[in-house]
């Protein structure tokens, strides 16, 4: 698609294509858009979805995410305005506000709500799933609450600030580490004028989304709310340059490979192990602290 520039030595990855996303509604009626689909699963594993929500109409996100359950992966949400009230059945609560940053591991089973702490302004932030390896899909399920002070951050000499949620990014190391999917995941404030570099592995797969203003990467333009699928072209690094001020989300991850099968809010490796999941719910497995492992 394009040259990298000729003066670094680095080989930087190209843009594969360029996803839009798709406008729908989860839970009590929350407009959002998904940016990460179900037919990208297998493209973007270990990534399973990401969701993008903008609203500043109160009735687009006021019923929030009421009681709804999960098995098998985990979900990150982050937090740019607004609050969200969380509770689960292993007996966590927490609110998140702007800035920060819940990680959720699923496991065996839990059920939770996530419902606004507010009741006009705008409510913006992403929930993204991670998958689990098969052999921790059972695991017991855990949730972490990080607050914005407790994501390590640091800014560039052209005055790039860079949020590292997960992995590490120029020594710095992020909140959170994950062995098997070694997860990146940094928040990327771009001056006008300026640019930015981020060593991948090359056999991670990788994506950016833009959330404000638009970006340049290996000279394709990434316009607001669109997602790159970054090309596993054997490139070492992403540069990301910005004509105006822009967001950047950048996250990347090692691929697990194994056999993908969702139901709704349930992510194993076989149908059996979803009906399995099915079967636990309905007997009311999930209401209990953990499911244990079988
Ligand atoms: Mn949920």
């Known amino acids: 698609m394009s040259q990298p520039s000729n003066l670094i030595a680095t080989p930087l990855r190209a843009v594969e294509r360029l996803v839009q996303g798709v ?26 979805m990401l969701d993008a929500f903008r609203n500043e109409n109160a009735d687009d996100y006021i019923g929030g995410f009421p009681d709804h359950p999960h098995r098998g992966f985990e979900t990150v949400s982050y937090m740019i305005a ?27 089973g839990l059920i939770h709500s996530e419902l606004p702490e507010q009741e006009e302004g705008l409510m913006e932030g992403f929930q993204l799933w991670l998958n689990l390896p098969a052999r921790d899909k059972m695991i017991a399920p855990n949730y972490r609450d990080i607050p914005p002070a407790a994501i390590p951050e640091y800014t ?3 005055g790039v600030r860079v949020r590292v ?23 990327v404030h771009l001056p006008a004028g300026s640019h930015f570099e981020q060593a991948i592995p090359p056999g ?18 990434v316009n607001d709310r ?21 967001r950047v989300l950048l996250i990347a991850g090692r691929p697990l490979g194994e056999p993908i099968a969702q139901y709704g809010p349930f992510v194993m490796n076989t149908g ?8 636990d719910y309905q007997a009311g497995l999930f209401e209990a602290a953990s499911v244990q492992a079988r």
């Open 23 to 48: 406008a729908t509604a989860d839970g009590a009626g929350v407009r959002l858009t998904r940016v990460l689909t179900q037919n990208l699963q297998r493209r973007l594993d270990p990534f399973l």
């Open 82 to 108: 607004g609050r969200m009230r969380h509770h689960d059945s292993a007996g966590n609560a927490g609110l998140l506000g702007p800035g920060g940053v819940q990680w959720m591991t699923a496991g065996s």
């Open 156 to 158: 560039t000499a052209e």
């Open 165 to 187: 949620i997960a992995g590490a990014s120029q020594g710095v190391a992020g909140a959170v580490q994950r062995p098997h999917t070694e997860p990146l995941y940094l928040d």
């Open 204 to 221: 991670h797969n990788a994506f950016a989304y833009t959330y404000r203003g638009a970006v340049e990467i290996a000279d394709t333009t």
């Open 226 to 246: 669109q997602m790159a699928i970054l090309a596993n072209d054997g490139g070492t690094a992403v540069r990301i340059a910005a004509g105006e001020a822009a």
């Open 272 to 279: 059996e192990e979803l009906q399995q999941a099915i079967r």
